[in-house]
């Protein structure tokens, strides 16, 4: 894998580092604070993987078949069970909600205590035509009495399908020309102040960030003072969320995620684990290591590209840290810092490169493969790279080495939208 160079971190951080706080002490003060899920709970399942005969040779996975235990042995049994079987296991973030996709609720997760507290009204964001990001920030706005603004890119579609459909049924879609949307700053920040108008005005969704670490209270409103007027609405605050949530607010609810899943009773934190996550913005990515690093354990992330080069994923972890460690309230240990500095995400390509959004011969049958053989639906353009990398890494462990982990991030609702692109590939199912 390629690993990043070193991380260029603020001097203001330099000095906080000093304090020396633990990995769990800064996590501890970090999340204590309000969250859009209740728990951070999720499900975790265990895919056996094994040889057998097929009827047909040379399916997508060859002569591979998979099957599924809802209910594996974690922690210390991990080790003990199945140790001649190959097999990962899946983090089913995917069923936290019905319709926005499991990453996508993880950073939603930090976000949405902190516009409620700000007396937020409209939330601004922008995506691709079949953006999960767009879907997550309408539906949510929406079950919290917000009002949501999407820029989405290109043309509106003749038939409106999958997120796209769902978008335009929680939210206020506006389709904006492909040669407008590269300067994406310049025309979120417009349209944010078009949403304002002369009265309302535009916050900066770091600057609540900022606030909520010096604020904040454990289940009680960054600042009392907010909930005087909300209800009036009299004018609009207007905050701007950048495409796939891709901020420091946004590693919150993953690393949050990551505490989760290092309970004794789950993953714990002994086993090596290897943690396999498909890379769109590569926010979630970035906060799984994070969260690890944070907390001493021996799990390395790695992350499948699928939306951009190399050198974009590593300017983006980067920035991502760079802004995570420019607060100076918490502050982390030397031994964490030098950890950090050395690159955290273990990027990867997938195992067949191809433009972003395409779809391949065989990769519908792939993704038939595992729905009908284990219940688990993954996509030709996301998830189904996670899958196949989880295979490939399971077969290199099956000696008793890491266990292998695939955080499995949603995209159902994708289906629908390349299913209307890609005929041909799902006409298939018909026969």
Known sequence: CDLVG??????????????????????????NRKWTLTRPDTKVHQVLVSEGQIEHQGGPFG????????????????????????????VRDDLLHPLV?????????????????????????????????????????????????????GEQPEILTGYNLISTLYGNVTYVPRSLYTEREEMLTRHAHLVAGNCGSV??????????????????????????????????????????????????????????????????????????????TGTTAVGLALGAICLGLPWEVTAVMLADTID?????????????????VFSLSDQVLARVRGGIVCWVNRRHPR?????????????LQVAQQTGVLVDPMYTLAAWELAIKLSQEEADGG??????????????????QRYKSYFQMLND
């Open 101 to 153: 996709n499991g990453n996508k609720a993880r950073k939603l997760d930090g976000l949405f205590p902190l516009v409620h507290d700000h007396s937020v009204t409209d939330v601004v964001t922008c995506g691709g035509c079949q953006s999960a990001h767009a879907v997550a920030v309408a539906v949510s706005c929406a079950e919290r009495g917000l009002k949501s603004h999407l820029l989405l890119r």
């Open 63 to 90: 002569n591979i078949l998979f099957s599924n235990n809802p209910h594996p042995c974690l922690s210390d049994r991990m080790m003990e069970k199945n140790h001649n079987q190959t097999s990962f296991y899946v």
């Open 203 to 280: 916050v900066l969704l770091n600057d609540l960030f900022e606030s909520s670490f010096t604020n904040h209270t454990s289940g009680e409103p960054n600042s009392p003072q907010m909930d005087a007027h909300r209800g009036s609405y009299n004018t609009k605050k207007v905050v701007i969320v950048n495409e796939g949530a891709g901020d420091a607010v946004g590693l919150l609810g993953v690393i949050r995620l990551v505490q989760y899943l290092s309970q004794s009773h789950l993953l714990g934190k002994e086993q090596a684990c290897k943690i396999v996550v498909d890379a769109g």
């Open 312 to 328: 974009g994923y590593k300017r983006l972890e980067e920035r991502l840290i760079s802004q995570f460690c420019g607060f100076p």
């Open 402 to 419: 890491a266990k292998v982990v695939m955080v499995h991030t949603g995209g159902t609702l994708g289906m629908f939208g390349l299913a």
């Open 6 to 31: 070193p991380t260029i971190l603020p001097a203001g951080f330099q000095v906080a580092s000093q304090l020396n706080l633990s990995g769990e002490e800064f996590l501890s003060k970090m999340l």
């Open 355 to 367: 433009k972003f959004g395409n779809v391949l011969k065989g990769e519908v049958e792939a993704c």
